[in-house]
C-alpha cells in the first residue's frame, strides 16, 4: 500500500482521505466521496479509543460504494475520556504494546479472516504507525444487526455461539 497518512481523530477524516483509501481498497472505482459526517457509536467512548460510524456522499452512484462505515480510533483524543488512555500515555512500553495489539487486529483481518469460516466484517482500510502512535480500521457497517451490550451481558444461546466461532477460529 502507498504511504497514506493515518487519520488521529475522526476530525481529521476527509473526502479526499477518504476517496483515496476505499479506491485503493478496491470499493470504489469512479465515485467520489463529496462529504463524509461521523457520529459517535457504542457504548459512548471505547475504553481504550473511539469508534465512529462515517457517512460518505458520493458524486455518483457506485455499486460497491459502502453508505456507512464503521471507523476505529484507538487512543483517539487527547480530550477523550479514557483512564487507560492517560495510563498509556504515561508508559512508553505500554504504549507500544498497545499500538502492536492495534496492529495485530489489522493483520487479523489481512491475513487470518479469509482462510477463517468466523464471520467478520469486510477491512475497506487499515493502518497503523507504531512509532507515530497511530492508528485507523475502516470496517464494513454490520450496524443493522443486533448489538450487544456490554453492561447486561448476554443470553446463553449467545455466548454458545461466540464460544463455537472462536472454537471453529483456533481449530482454522
Given at each position: ?98 499500538y502492536e495489539r492495534c496492529a495485530r487486529e ?24 507504531l512509532d507515530e502512535g497511530r492508528f485507523v ?21 449467545d455466548a454458545g455461539a461466540v464460544l463455537r ?8
Amino acid at each position: 500500500m502507498s504511504r497514506i497518512p493515518i487519520p488521529v481523530i475522526p476530525d481529521d477524516l476527509t473526502p479526499d482521505w477518504l476517496t483515496t483509501v476505499l479506491r485503493e481498497a478496491g470499493v470504489l472505482d469512479e465515485a467520489t466521496v463529496t462529504s463524509l459526517s461521523t457520529t459517535i457509536i457504542g457504548q459512548e467512548y471505547g475504553f481504550t479509543g473511539i469508534v465512529t460510524r462515517v457517512t460518505p456522499e458520493y458524486d455518483r452512484v457506485e455499486p460497491d460504494a459502502p453508505a456507512s462505515i464503521v471507523a476505529k480510533f484507538p487512543n483517539a483524543a487527547g480530550e477523550s475520556l479514557s483512564a487507560y488512555r492517560e495510563t498509556v500515555q504515561r508508559d512508553p512500553v505500554g504504549a507500544r504494546r498497545y499500538y502492536e495489539r492495534c496492529a495485530r487486529e489489522i493483520w487479523f483481518y489481512q491475513q487470518i479472516k479469509p482462510l477463517s469460516a468466523v464471520l467478520a466484517p469486510e477491512m475497506y482500510y487499515g493502518a497503523a504507525d507504531l512509532d507515530e502512535g497511530r492508528f485507523v480500521l475502516l470496517l464494513q457497517d454490520l450496524g443493522a444487526m443486533r448489538m450487544g451490550d456490554a453492561l447486561t451481558g448476554c443470553p446463553a444461546s449467545d455466548a454458545g455461539a461466540v464460544l463455537r466461532a472462536a472454537g471453529t477460529l483456533h481449530a482454522g
